[in-house]
C-alpha cells in the first residue's frame, strides 16, 4: 500500500467531521454529529459515494445555511475533503465513512433534504446489479429517509447506469422530473449539477465523454 495512503488512514481517525461506522455499534438516536444542536433547523443534503467530496465541498460553500454530508466507504478519499472542509472553515460539512447499504442506520426518517449520487460505479456485470446505487433496496432507502417532495440527483458518463436508473425508478413508482444527456452542452438540468466539476468529471470530459443528469422524487 503507498505510504502517501497510509498516512491518510492514519490521519483521517483523528478528523473531528468524519464518523466512522462500526459494526455492531448502535448509538443512541440523535447521538451523531449531524444531529448536534448547532445544526437544528438546517437541511442536511447527502453526497453518496462522495470520494473526496470535491461537490460536498463546492455545495456547502455557496450554501452556508445547509448541513452537508459525504458518504463513502474510502477513509483515504474522505480525508482529502475532510481536511480541506476543515481548512477552508467550512462548519457545515460532516463525512460518514460506511457502506451506503447501511444509511437507515444514521438518519431518521424524513430527515434528509436531498441526495446526490455523483459518478456511482456502474456494476456493469449482471451478477453486480444489485449493488447499483439505483436498484430497488436502496430507492427503498432514499424513500424512507427523504421529506416529502425531495429530490434525488443523478450525474454519470455511463450510458449503461443512466438507462437503467431511468427504468428502475419508473418501475419502482418514482417520477423523473429532469433529464439531461449533455449537461455541458444542452444547458438543461440543475446549475450546481454543471457547475460544480470534480477531478473525475473533468477526466471523464478530457476523454470525449457526456455527462448525463437525472432528477427525481421516489414519494408514492
Known amino acids: 500500500m503507498p505510504k502517501n495512503k497510509l498516512k491518510k488512514y492514519s490521519r483521517v481517525r ?16 440523535g ?3 449531524w444531529d448536534a444542536e448547532r445544526f437544528t433547523g438546517m437541511e442536511r443534503v447527502l453526497e453518496l ?14 450554501n452556508p445555511g445547509r ?12 480525508c482529502v475533503g475532510a481536511e480541506k472542509a476543515m481548512t477552508r472553515g467550512h462548519g457545515n460539512v460532516l463525512f460518514l465513512h460506511t457502506r451506503i ?18 459518478f456511482p460505479d ?9 449493488f447499483r446505487l439505483t436498484a430497488t433496496p436502496f430507492l427503498e432507502a432514499y424513500a424512507h429517509l427523504l421529506v416529502p417532495g425531495a429530490t434525488v440527483h443523478l450525474k454519470t458518463d455511463n450510458n449503461l447506469f ?4 431511468r427504468e428502475s425508478v419508473e418501475r419502482w413508482g418514482g417520477r423523473i422530473i429532469d433529464v439531461s444527456d449533455n449537461i455541458h452542452a444542452d444547458g438543461s438540468g440543475s446549475l450546481d449539477a454543471s457547475e460544480v466539476v470534480s477531478a473525475y468529471e ?8 457526456a455527462i448525463k443528469y437525472m432528477a427525481f422524487r421516489l414519494n408514492r
Open 14 to 29: 483523528q478528523l473531528p467531521n468524519v464518523t466512522f461506522a462500526g459494526f455492531g455499534v448502535s448509538p443512541p438516536p
Open 31 to 33: 447521538s451523531y454529529p
Open 49 to 62: 459515494g462522495c470520494g473526496k467530496g470535491e461537490h460536498t465541498l463546492a455545495f456547502a460553500a455557496a
Open 67 to 78: 448541513l452537508y454530508v459525504g458518504v463513502d466507504g474510502k477513509s483515504h478519499r474522505i
Open 101 to 118: 447499504e447501511r444509511l437507515r442506520e444514521f438518519f431518521g426518517e424524513h430527515s434528509i433534504h436531498e441526495i446526490w449520487l455523483t
Open 122 to 130: 456502474p456494476y456493469p456485470k449482471t451478477q453486480t446489479v444489485k
Open 162 to 165: 443512466y438507462d437503467y436508473t
Open 202 to 209: 473533468s477526466a471523464a470530459r478530457s476523454r470525449g465523454e
